[in-house]
């Protein structure tokens, strides 16, 4: 009974489960696993349970079909839970591959051997990159991929000697700081360029290598960063640069050079003249602008005219100074108009006229621009002449005229008239003595330049006021205002120059009939009508032009004996026609 | 002379011919999509190599007798190494997990086709043996025999990734994606 008892407790007891006391007791690592990168290749394992700080591990080596299992001596004894095989495991990229196998070793005991599920080939090793270098240039990102270069690896053996062909690389991209993007595309070169299409920023990239033979796995490198910024000092940006300096240069020196000659072209002011005509000589337009201005006559001026003037033999002397024996350059001429650009001046001048002339004409020395005939009684005497003429010189200021002068019998004032340069007055020293002359002697010497009134005599008569808005009209207008004087209205209105011509002279003194007035006054271009017209509004304005037909004519005999009317008619188509 | 010159041509000429027989037997398998098997083979790899219970011990004699084959009698030892899997290690091996037995049917519908892409290239050019592929091929059947059938066809499939590198190094393959 009781041996079988015994025998009964000790199998339970054998069977009971504990240590066992012969060393396999001891639980063997759960896993062992290779994991390897090129040429490094290390063995993990995982620990085993209640491990103490005895334990340590064991290892062996295999290669598979050839060797038997050899014990690594550097992984002998270590309480670490890997272990570097790369020094026995150089040949695994010619060779069928390797088995290891694990076991944890107690100072009594040791476990089973673990050993590692697969074959240890080439086919675990996990493809890394060693380096890659950025560059920039000419917003391209060049990348340059090293492949690892261990230290372990023999002599002679590189990445690219085992790995001959098909080697691949993935790219990943992120600006920063975004998130990763992927090309999905592989890079069949180690170098590399990415167009970032003038993006500025940082930007970060990361490779993963591949066989395009093989299923190894691939591992993402660190990544590099590279920062762009925005150039401009690129090449092509300073030949641009240089270009357009170059052509802004040129440009530069062009204009400068066009300014130059174009001020050169500009005549001097001696130089300067209005119209080549003979008036040129009597009269002197300080400003050129108003050749062509045409300034209405003034009104006042025609009805000022004292009715003696007309008799005067002003008319011949109305010629003016210029004493040049061209009728016909008369009406060529827009000189013609005598306009006071400045009646301000005028009426200064004005003041400075002599008492003498108590007639319009002598009042409106000042405003003497115009180039018609002023005609006066007073004009007549030398005397007045003088005055005339110092007037008129005093005028030259103001006066715009056309330089038509009254013409003095002597020639020399004709001369006078003609050298002076500053003609807007000078005529009539020259144009004013009419009477000395004898009309039918007397050789057409130009215009008898017409003074003008004053404000003051203009407002003697409504017409004159009348006169401003027909400054615009170039055609000959007409005053409606006769009735101030009696026949003498034109005069005050005409303005520009009476053309003295023989004929007239003869016609004046004898009385002519009309008709012969006609043919001059066609060739007139200018009226020397009324001694005091205003002449600044430039306009031909043949007020009723009786003044100016009794101006012209030289005897006030003539003019009386002439129907005031009979005589502006004729003289008003001429003028018409004229214009 | 003119013999002497005759020869010397022939002999060229043949030796041409047999550099592009040989270059052609490599061409017969280009068109084969050898990145799918290996594909195929490294998913399953692990749960087979890890049933090998002798890791001392190989069928395919390891590279260094595969690497020793000549370039001429790539042809015959490729046939032969075909007919080997297709024949005998596939048909011994039993697997009962449906995912890994998809695989492997799979790696063996591609080595079929390689079997028929060779022949008809053996129809066009002679894939003769030599006596070197014929040894070569023996030991490997050899080898075979030596283990348990079990064994033995576990320890094939498991060596399945040195054949097909041996195939890559030996036809030119172009690599697919």
Known sequence: ?579 | MKFQCVSLWLLGIMLILCFVDSRSLRKCLISTDMHHIEESFQEIKRAIQAKDTFPNVTILSTLETLQSIKPLDVCCVTKNLLAFYVDRVFKDHQEPHPQILRKISSIANSFLYMQKTLRQCQEQRQCHCRQEATNVTRVIHDNYDQLEVRSAAIKSLGELDVFLAWIDKNHEVTSSA
């Open chain 1, 1 to 579: 009974m009781l041996p079988r008892l015994a025998v009964l407790l000790a199998a339970l007891l054998s069977l009971r489960p504990g240590s066992n006391a012969h060393g396999t007791e001891l639980p063997s690592p759960p896993s062992v696993w290779f994991e390897a990168e090129f040429f490094h290749h290390i063995l993990h394992w995982t620990p085993i349970p209640n491990q103490s700080e005895s334990t340590f591990y064991e290892v062996e080596l295999l290669r598979y079909g050839i060797e038997h299992w050899r014990p690594i001596p550097t992984c002998r004894q270590t309480l670490m839970l890997s272990c570097d095989l790369t020094a026995v495991t150089l040949d695994l990229y010619h060779s069928n591959g390797y088995r290891a196998r694990v076991r944890a070793v107690n100072s009594t005991q040791h476990s089973n051997w673990t050993i590692t599920n697969t074959r240890f080939s080439v086919d675990e090793v996990t493809l890394t990159v060693g380096s890659v270098k950025l560059e920039i240039h000419n917003d391209l990102i060049l990348g340059k991929i090293q492949p690892p270069r261990p230290k372990m690896a023999p002599a002679g053996v590189t990445y690219e000697s085992i790995f001959s062909h098909f080697r691949e690389y993935e790219i990943a991209i992120r600006k920063v700081p975004g998130n990763f993007t992927f090309t999905h595309e592989k890079i069949k070169h180690e170098n590399f360029s990415i167009q970032t299409s003038g993006e500025v920023g940082e930007f970060c990239i990361k490779v993963k290598p591949s066989i395009g033979s093989r299923t190894n796995k691939g591992m993402w490198s660190k990544e590099e960063c590279i920062s762009l910024t925005r150039q401009y000092l690129t090449v092509t940006n300073i030949i641009i640069l240089f270009a357009f300096v170059l052509l802004s240069g040129a440009l530069a020196c062009r204009l400068a050079l066009q300014l130059y000659v174009q001020r050169r072209r500009k005549l001097p002011s001696v130089l300067l003249f209005t119209k080549p005509s003979p008036f040129i000589l009597g009269s002197q337009r300080p400003y050129p602008e108003t050749q062509d201005t045409i300034h209405p006559l003034d009104e006042e001026a025609f009805l000022k005219v004292s009715p003696e003037l007309r008799n005067l033999d002003l008319h011949g002397s109305t010629d003016s100074g210029f004493g040049s024996n061209k009728p016909s350059l008369q009406t060529e001429e827009p000189q013609f108009l005598l306009s006071d650009p400045h009646p301000q001046a005028n009426r200064m001048l004005a003041s400075g006229e002599p008492p003498e002339l108590g007639d319009s004409c002598g009042n409106d020395s000042s405003n003497s621009t115009d180039s018609g005939i002023c005609l006066q009684e007073r004009s007549l005497s030398p005397g007045t002449q003088h005055t005339w003429e110092q007037q008129v010189g005093s005028d030259s200021r103001g006066q715009d005229d056309s330089g038509i002068g009254l013409v003095q019998n002597s020639e020399g004032q004709a001369g006078d008239t003609q050298g002076g340069p500053a003609l807007g007055h000078d005529s009539p020293p020259e144009t004013e003595v009419p009477g000395e002359e004898d009309p039918a002697a007397v050789a057409f010497r130009g215009y008898l330049r017409q003074t003008r009134c004053t404000e003051e005599k203009a407002t003697k008569t409504g017409c004159l006021e009348e006169e401003s808005p027909l400054t615009d009209g170039l055609g000959p207008k007409f005053r409606a205002c006769l009735d101030d004087e009696d026949g003498w209205h034109p005069p005050a209105l005409a303005k520009g120059y009476l053309k003295q011509d023989p004929l007239e002279m003869t016609l004046a003194s004898s009385g002519a009939p009309i008709g012969q007035w006609n043919q001059p006054t066609e060739e007139w271009s200018l009226l020397a009508l009324s001694s005091c017209g205003d002449l600044g509004t430039s306009d031909w304005s043949f007020a009723h032009n009786l003044a100016s037909l009794g101006c012209l004519a030289a005897p006030g005999g003539l003019l009386g004996s002439l129907n005031s009317d009979l005589v502006t008619l004729p003289l008003i188509s001429s003028l018409h026609s004229n214009e």
